[in-house]
T-cell receptor
């Protein structure tokens, strides 16, 4: 998946711990976003950004925080992990949301288990 | 409420047996209907974006079409390596995607 790098790949957290999932892209894309994928629920949007310094909430933002200080990076912070946040997390990026060049790339995913 | 629904949930095909996957949507302000392929343990892999009713795009054995209410992904003469989950998603401004639940395709040799 072209140029979207997520770390870590796997993580186990205890309830109440905090952590940051990292996402970086090297394609100079304006748009970045975070999704979570749960069995039977499909992918759901957590937060998104349309450029450095600009972020907004998606469908399921509670318990997560984001910032976009650079074009390349879009970290997702879990403030106080809960078992309900056990999921697979995907970061995505794209250059534009207009017809020309509107290809959205996804990272390989981060598997998070909260015990 | 904006909604994307995929059918069937699962599809078992014999190698060479062509079939179609359906993605129906009730959304406002469509800015692209996206198709992705996802293999187990991997992220979604981009296949197509369609923008206008009547538009068609092809890639190897896959062909995506779009009407005003639904999109189809046609798999022609599938091979076992086409086994995957196929996802469709509606794109809104800011490239916010609303996904359907996916169709799991298994192609048996």
């Amino acid at each position: 998946n072209a140029g979207v790098t997520q770390t870590p790949k796997f993580q186990v957290l205890k309830t109440g711990q905090s952590m940051t999932l990292q996402c970086a892209q090297d394609m100079n894309h304006e748009y970045m976003s975070w999704y979570r994928q749960d069995p039977g629920m499909g992918l759901r949007l957590i937060h998104y950004s349309v450029g450095a310094g600009i972020t907004d909430q998606g469908e399921v933002p509670n318990g997560y925080n984001v910032s976009r200080s650079t074009t390349e990076d879009f970290p997702l912070r879990l403030l106080s992990a809960a078992p309900s946040q056990t999921s697979v997390y995907f970061c995505a990026s794209s250059r534009t949301d207009r017809h020309s060049g509107n290809t959205i790339y996804f990272g390989e995913g981060s598997w998070l288990t909260v015990v | 409420e904006d909604q994307v629904t995929q059918s069937p949930e699962a599809l078992r095909l014999q190698e060479g047996e062509s079939s179609s996957l359906n993605c129906s949507y009730t959304v406002s302000g469509l800015r692209g209907l996206f198709w992705y392929r996802q293999d187990p343990g991997k992220g979604p892999e981009f296949l197509f974006t369609l923008y206008s009713a009547g538009e068609e795009k092809e890639k190897e054995r896959l062909k995506a079409t779009l009407t005003k209410k639904e999109s189809f992904l046609h798999i022609t003469a599938p091979k076992p390596e086409d086994s995957a989950t196929y996802l469709c998603a509606w794109g809104a401004a800011g490239n916010k995607l609303t996904f359907g639940g996916g169709t799991r395709v298994l192609v048996k040799p």
